[in-house]
Structures are given as C-alpha cells and as structure tokens.
C-alpha cells in the first residue's frame, strides 16, 4: 500500500517562495508518475504539475508553468514543488499524488492517480 505525505505548506506573503515535499512509503516509488494538484475553497481541484517516472519529463497548468518547478528524488522516495513568485490565488490546499505506470505515461488529470496526500494548506497573502 503506498502513502504520500506533503509537508511545507504555511502562509507568505505575495512574491515569496514555498517549498513543498511528498514522502511516498511504499514499493517501486521509480514506477510512479508523481503530480501535484490544488484545491481553493469553492473550487474543482486543479492540475497544478506532474514528472514522469524517470525525472526527465514534467508538465505543468499554464497558471503556474515558469514559476513552478517539481522534482524527484529517487533515493530518498520523495518529490518536490518549488513555488516561485506566489500569488493570492495560489491559495489553495496543494495534494501530491502518485499514479502507476508501466510505461511511463505522464497523467494531467486527478481520475487518473491511484493515490493521494492528506493536502497541506499554502496561503499567500498580498
């Protein structure tokens, strides 16, 4: 069974960065594409970004693509998003998860992850 656990979420002030983590437990964390959505009171989750298995590939919603960055770090079976320039309306709940591919298939869309974190808060205050 795999878990995910975010961590790093807090309240900054616009224009200030966040470092957001996701510790995976369980087995083949190389096996797994990893995204990161988000959830603003009164919203669908959305998108935010996703890195294939291998690290080489990552996509990203276009409200947050040059400002945001994720990554992995395979040995320590945790990813990360770097949150760059925040603004009032990245205010959200941000969840981590995790989607199974045997071929490396990077997902955009929430229906397509197997599992998901808890969501840690960001708020970001003009």
């Known amino acids: 069974q795999v878990q995910l656990v975010e961590s790093g979420g807090g309240q900054v002030m616009a224009g200030s960065s966040l470092r957001l983590s996701c510790s995976f437990s369980?087995?083949?964390?190389?096996?797994?594409?990893m995204g990161w959505f988000r959830q603003a009171p009164g919203k669908e989750r959305e998108f935010v970004g996703a890195?294939?298995?291998?690290?080489?590939?990552?996509f990203y919603a276009d409200a947050v693509k040059g400002r945001f960055s994720i990554s992995r770090d395979i040995g320590a079976n945790a990813c990360y998003l770097q949150m760059d320039s925040l603004k009032p309306e990245d205010t959200a709940v941000y969840y981590c998860?995790?989607?199974?591919?045997?071929?490396?298939?990077?997902?955009?869309?929430?229906?397509?992850?197997?599992?998901w974190g808890q969501g840690t808060q960001v708020t970001v205050s003009s």
């Open positions: 998860a995790a989607d199974y591919t045997e071929f490396g298939v990077v997902a955009q869309t929430a229906p397509e992850y197997d599992y």
């Open positions: 369980g087995y083949s964390f190389s096996k797994y594409t």
């Open positions: 890195i294939s298995w291998s690290g080489r590939t990552t």
